[in-house]
């Protein structure tokens, strides 16, 4: 993690040197009595009973969004017995976002804020678990204090230590509100663009570590973060192929430095040539992944790069991923085939994608129609009827695709029952179409 070169001078309270006196009003009851603290529940039986009372009225009051009603029974939890429950946090701070929420006096609502942040702060105090409270407290410290440029050096270093704490786990929200904050210090000449890059690519990692789960949110969050980057450090193709690419060519197993280049060039969107595929090679040989390697090989094919889409889905279909994969790698890998001139092949890979599952069936059926339809020419035919017997096998494939279109399109293009008596057969005999399809079908005749 990159740390910014600079003291932070206002690290004694959340709420700021320069708050005004109408906003200490929402927060005063907490200031009168931050000195006094009690036990978990009072001894005396009289000051116990108060205090379930107090529990009970904050509990309900909060969960039924009555606000107002719950903050003094919080206040007064709060004084006598801090330390009572882990609850006592969480409802605390329920209730002044709640009442921050409905604020509409900016002076107040500021408080209401702190008060609220502050609350996560007195809940890791008592209670610890330092790394998820924090990561709770970022996804409302952002929203409540990003206007407040006074604020700026916290909250980067909220977001910093939420990652450091949290990494892989931190709220992808937190991770673009680290990004954003980045920029904002970088902007403040507090950190280098070396230090914005470096943390960058580990926030872009991780989100890579969580796409895996196939989250639209984590997928727009990604692009968000992506795009808080080229707002704020212009990312371009000479410098990663002048700066980091020397260094990889030097050490060509440095895993990091490769993610880095990956996501860079992604970034600034640069040609994927040669070493950005070695690149991804690097990654998923040292981080085996299914998601890793399907994803490399779409993008590849997105590229039009389809023999190094073949080494990838490859990869994927040799270990990275399941049985349930298996069918879509298949298919994937027949288009490819196909897309090189390779129909063969093609349709090799198509028929084992339709004995690997069911989930893709439809779609290899298709394609092999689709490739005896468009090569019913490849060969010449000995007769009409050879010819023809060629759309009778497309056919059979849009059929067991459940391609009506297609069928009847092949249908039109059967032979005529002249065409089949001259041959000296008739219909429902088998018969071979030849040719490299060598597919055997049975002899139909087109309507009249």
């Known amino acids: 993690m990159a740390k910014a070169r600079y003291k932070n001078k206002n690290t004694t309270s959340i709420f700021g040197k320069n708050m005004k006196k109408v906003g200490l009003i929402a927060i005063i009851?907490?200031?009168?009595?931050m000195s006094t603290f009690g036990q978990k529940w009072p001894d005396a039986p009289e000051k116990r009973a108060k205090a379930e009372e107090m529990w009970v009225l904050l509990k309900d009051n909060s969960d039924a969004k009555n606000f107002a009603a719950a903050k003094p029974a919080f206040l007064w939890l709060y004084k006598e017995c801090p330390d009572l429950i882990k609850g006592l946090y969480q409802y605390g701070s329920k209730t002044y976002e709640g009442l921050?929420?409905?604020?509409?006096d900016k002076t107040v609502k500021a408080g209401l804020r702190d008060t609220a942040l502050f609350l996560y702060d007195e809940r890791i105090k008592y209670f610890g678990e330092e790394a998820n409270v924090l990561n709770r407290k970022g996804l409302k410290a952002y929203n409540y204090l990003v206007n407040r440029r006074t604020e700026n050096d916290k909250l980067y270093a909220l977001y910093s230590k939420i990652y450091e704490l949290n990494g892989d786990n931190s709220y992808s929200s937190n991770l673009l509100y680290l990004q954003k904050m980045m920029c904002k210090m970088h902007k403040a000449e507090k950190l280098t663009k070396d230090e914005v890059l470096e943390t960058y690519g580990k926030i872009s990692e991780t989100f890579d570590k969580k796409l895996e789960a196939g989250k639209s949110t984590d997928q727009k969050l990604k692009k968000m973060t992506d795009d808080a980057l080229a707002?704020?450090?212009e990312i371009k193709c000479e410098d990663i192929q002048n700066i980091m690419i020397p260094k990889y060519k030097a050490n060509p197993d440095d895993i990091k430095l490769a993610k880095q280049i990956v996501g860079f060039m992604t970034t600034a969107k640069c040609?994927?040539?040669?070493?950005?595929y070695q690149c991804i090679t690097t990654v998923l040989k040292k981080e085996p992944s299914c998601g890793g390697a399907l994803g490399a090989a779409k993008r590849a094919k997105k590229d039009n790069d389809y023999s190094q889409a073949l080494i990838f889905f490859q990869m994927g279909l040799d270990g990275m991923c399941g049985e349930e994969q298996?069918?879509?790698?298949?298919?994937?890998?027949?288009?490819c085939h196909y897309a090189k001139g390779a129909k063969q092949k093609a349709r090799e890979y198509a028929r084992l994608s339709i004995a690997a599952g069911t989930s893709h069936q439809a779609a290899s059926y298709n394609l092999i129609g689709d490739i005896y339809l468009k090569h019913v020419k490849d060969c010449d035919p000995q007769d009409v009827l050879?010819?023809?017997?060629?759309?009778?096998a497309a056919y059979e494939m849009f059929k067991k695709a459940g391609n009506k279109s297609k069928m009847e399109r092949a249908m039109a293009q059967f032979p005529s029952a002249s065409d089949i008596f001259t041959a000296n057969k008739k219909v429902g005999d088998s018969y071979s179409t030849g040719c490299w399809m060598n597919e055997t079908i049975?002899?139909?005749k087109r309507a009249q």
């Open 29 to 33: 009851g907490i200031f009168s009595i």
């Open 442 to 444: 049975t002899l139909q």
């Open 231 to 233: 707002d704020c450090i």
């Open 271 to 276: 040609p994927k040539d040669e070493i950005y």
């Open 100 to 104: 921050e929420k409905a604020e509409t």
């Open 386 to 392: 050879e010819f023809r017997s060629r759309y009778i």
């Open 326 to 335: 298996k069918a879509e790698i298949l298919y994937e890998m027949a288009t």
